[in-house]
């Protein structure tokens, strides 16, 4: 007889002022049950993995959750999303992200699509299986430049003004940042649901 697998269990970190519950059916698409924290708080028991995530910029006046140092000390999986994907590099020494223009703007009712370069051979590319040019939805007025991007992170997608649009750290620790609202599963691209499923069997402990 087979026995039942235990439920994966994936903390989410949410901006501040932000609602959760699009990064809660992320989560539960990629067959976790999602665990909100709170940014100073300790990790729960029986969490095995992280998402944190926001759709606003990672602002000069900022902190980097606590939990999340704590996460990354720890080694644990963490996808980033938007606002994550910036507090990812911060947490590891990189600068905060800079304005651009031409990657739409998140109170706007639609998203503004454009395309962006997979790098063949990383794990962003590995885990869509996919390389190459790609179409992304994007709604963000700040993003990282190859210049802010901490030491230690690779960029493995960029945009065609080179706003890096993925982070990851090489080796076998499973940190992944994007920009792209990978969340919203509606709208990506076929196969990028990928990152979702993949963060959840990450968590498995």
Request: aromatic fraction near 8%; hydrophobic fraction near 40%; charged fraction near 20%.
């Amino acid at each position: 007889m087979k026995l039942k697998s235990s439920p994966v269990q994936v903390a989410l970190i949410i901006q501040p002022d932000e609602q959760p519950d699009p990064y809660i059916v992320a989560i539960e698409h990629g067959g976790g049950v999602p665990i909100v924290v709170d940014h100073s708080s300790e990790i729960p028991d029986g969490v095995g993995g992280f998402m944190i995530a926001g759709e606003g910029a990672f602002l000069c006046s900022d902190k980097v959750p606590e939990i999340l140092y704590t996460a990354v000390k720890a080694k644990y999986p963490v996808l980033g999303i938007g606002w994550g994907m910036h507090a990812i590099n911060v947490c590891l020494g990189g600068l905060p992200p800079v304005a651009v223009s031409g990657h739409g703007d998140p109170r706007d009712q639609e998203f503004y699509k454009h395309r962006v370069f997979m790098a063949p051979g990383g794990k962003v590319g590995y885990t869509i299986a996919g390389s190459g040019w790609v179409t992304v939805p994007s709604a963000h007025t700040h993003a990282l430049m190859p210049a802010q991007i901490a030491d230690g992170l690779l960029p493995s997608v960029y945009a065609e003004d080179q706003v890096v649009e993925a982070i990851e750290k090489p080796g076998r620790e499973w940190l992944i940042g994007v920009q792209w609202p990978c969340h919203r599963i509606n709208i990506t691209p076929k196969g990028f649901d990928s990152l979702l499923l993949a963060l959840v069997e990450r968590s498995e402990l």
